[in-house]
């Protein structure tokens, strides 16, 4: 009988049928110098043991860095070619709590994302990893890393500890606490009143060259023929200004764009004022249904035309008109239509702190409305999407400036310890702001998670973004601290769990390595664990960074024997 080969990634012998005997031999001799063989039945439930297991780790999520975040692992003198920036790291997290379509890391990529369970950071001050025989008694110290197959550790642009250095005797005034803190400000208003101004919100003129706005002065790629301003007067926009949510579908059609074939307008009360079904100049090629929604049949009868929802639209909005909407230069684009005052929801709200990043309207609405939009696969609802960023601005104007932007309340906290003459080395305090915006972006998600750091390290983390779903506790002790972190973990309602501790002797690190040991065993399995140890590198600035996915036991396949 013919030999047969297993997969390679069994780590197991080739094993062959013998002739004239139905059981299969290793070709590799046994201990005692004995052929080891299988009856076929055993081969067979080998083989089915090998295909389970196959079907079953490809489920398994797992970190796999690229080529840049290949650069910023540490060679043997403790050193990387090119560290990663806080806000590199804060894409792999905020990916594992957000999931695809909004943080994508550029340095990795987390396989199965969907699967993950939680995700646990455990941040270690004070380990002093300096030199090359520091790192060396840093690594030996450490075994559990090895044993549980972390990635080769990476370096990060965190700096020391920041907390040590903070001037508590400096505080702000009840006043000034009141003015920075959101969250007071919106104890004050009861009745659910703007506190926030709307002309805050609008568009500059630089921002909407930044995102491509159609300026009757801009040179695109395409024509403006058939461009129309909304007014040919308008009138200096206030905070009493009304305004109009937006939100148009579109079809792709022969001339190689998309053209409009839906729009809907709702007022401040969510009243439906205007919505239409609209036929295109130019032959449909692809209706794009799965987001469109449109048919061939919805647009069978329609006679309206571009140049009559124009006419519409120009003679519907007063001179002081401000629209609303969710990247509404495209929809403007769609429309034709020149406006000089912009909301746009994707602008904003931001999640991750990084500059001019977007995110979806689905994840807006679910983020902070707790609006489930353009589900199934029938395409998205202009009058659910135009409510839907109708609801996101009032929610912002009763909320404050910085609501839902982790950009702006990353610069509002640099301002807050320059002004209370903090004592943090300045080289340090953007660094410690992108760190935040991290914290702050999580905060907004719909995640559940719990954060545990020691006394001293409170300051800055107080007032920052503790919220009803994700909670900042302080313990005396690293001891209270571990506790407290592993029982969050425990809690499988907990999507992101994190502590914070501070090593006193530098030279401890058996006690570091029991720390890792039970904070890993306390991490459910699919659980992202971020393991970053400060005061590591050059003048120990840097941080030192271990990641893994904790995966489970294959308990049930292991009940064959061979």
């Known amino acids: 009988m013919g030999k047969r080969k297993l997969d390679k990634k069994s780590s197991l012998c080739e094993l062959s049928i013998c002739p004239n005997v139905k059981r299969i031999c290793s070709r590799e001799p046994t201990e005692d110098g004995t052929i080891k063989t299988l009856t076929e039945l055993e081969y067979a439930q080998l083989k089915k043991y090998l295909k389970e297991k196959k079907k079953m780790l490809k489920t398994f999520p797992r970190i ?30 905020l990916y594992s709590v957000y999931g695809p379509g909004k943080f994508v890391p550029r340095w990795s990529s987390l396989e199965m994302q969907c699967n993950l369970n939680q995700t646990c950071v455990l941040i270690i001050d004070g380990c002093e990893v300096k030199t090359v025989d520091d790192f060396s008694r840093f690594k030996n110290s450490l075994p559990m890393f090895s044993k549980y197959k972390f990635l080769p550790p990476v370096e990060i642009e965190l700096p020391p500890s920041w907390c040590a250095e903070y001037d508590t005797e400096s505080k702000t005034s009840n006043t000034d606490e009141k003015s920075l803190n959101p969250t007071l400000i919106q104890n004050d208003n009861v009745d659910n009143k703007e506190v ?54 579109m079809c792709y059609t022969s001339i190689g764009r998309n053209e409009l074939t839906r729009v809907s307008i709702v007022d401040e009360q969510l009243d439906i004022i205007y919505e239409a079904l609209v036929k ?84 807006l609405a679910k983020s902070f409305l707790d609006m489930n939009i353009q589900c199934g696969n029938l395409g998205h609802d202009p009058i659910e999407d ?15 400036l910085t609501y839902g932007d982790a950009y702006l309340i990353g610069q509002k906290r640099l301002a807050e310890f320059v ?30 998670g719990k954060v545990h750091l020691k006394k001293n390290l409170m300051t800055p983390y107080d007032n920052i973004w503790s919220t009803s779903k994700l909670v900042i506790d302080e313990h005396s002790t690293n001891k209270a601290v571990l506790e407290a972190v592993c029982q969050s973990m ?58 893994n996915v904790k995966q489970p036991p294959l308990n049930h396949l292991q009940d064959c024997k061979f």
């Not at 159609?214 to 909304?230: H, I």
């Not at 295109?280 to 449109?294: C, E």
């Not at 990247?327 to 746009?344: G, Q, T, V």
């Open 64 to 93: 796999v860095l690229n080529a840049r975040g290949q650069l910023s692992q540490l060679n043997d003198n403790g050193c990387s070619e090119s560290p990663l920036s806080p806000s590199e790291l804060n894409e792999l997290i």
């Open 196 to 249: 926030c101004s709307r002309t805050r919100l609008l568009l500059s003129l630089n921002q909407m060259m930044i995102h491509n706005y159609p300026l009757p002065t801009n040179k695109r790629q395409f024509t403006l023929d058939g461009f129309r301003f909304t007014k040919s007067h308008y009138k200096p926009v206030t905070d009493k200004s009304p305004m109009f949510a937006i939100d148009c579908e």
């Open 280 to 363: 295109p100049n130019n032959k449909i090629t692809n209706y794009l249904t799965q987001y469109s929604g449109i048919t061939a049949s919805k647009l069978k009868d329609v006679t309206t035309t571009l140049s009559d929802v124009q006419e519409v639209i120009i003679k519907l909005l007063p001179p002081d008109a401000i629209l609303v909407g969710q990247s509404l230069n495209c929809d403007l684009e769609a429309l034709k239509l020149f406006h000089p005052y912009i909301i746009d929801t994707s602008i904003i709200f931001n999640l991750n702190g990084c500059k001019g990043s977007k995110s979806k309207l689905k994840l």
């Open 386 to 400: 135009s409510r839907a960023t109708m609801l996101l601005v009032k929610l912002k104007l009763c909320k404050s």
């Open 419 to 448: 002004n209370t003459k903090t004592k943090i080395n300045v080289k340090h305090i953007e660094t410690f702001k992108k760190f935040l915006s991290l914290l702050k972006s999580v905060s907004e998600s719909s995640a559940i």
């Open 490 to 547: 425990e809690d499988s309602n907990n999507r992101f769990c994190m502590a914070h501790m501070q090593l006193k002797n530098k030279n401890n690190l058996d006690l570091v390595n029991r720390w890792c040991e039970k904070y890993w065993a306390a991490m459910s399995s699919f659980s992202l664990c971020a393991v970053l140890f400060t005061g590591c590198g050059a003048e120990g600035k840097n941080s030192v960074c271990f990641l």
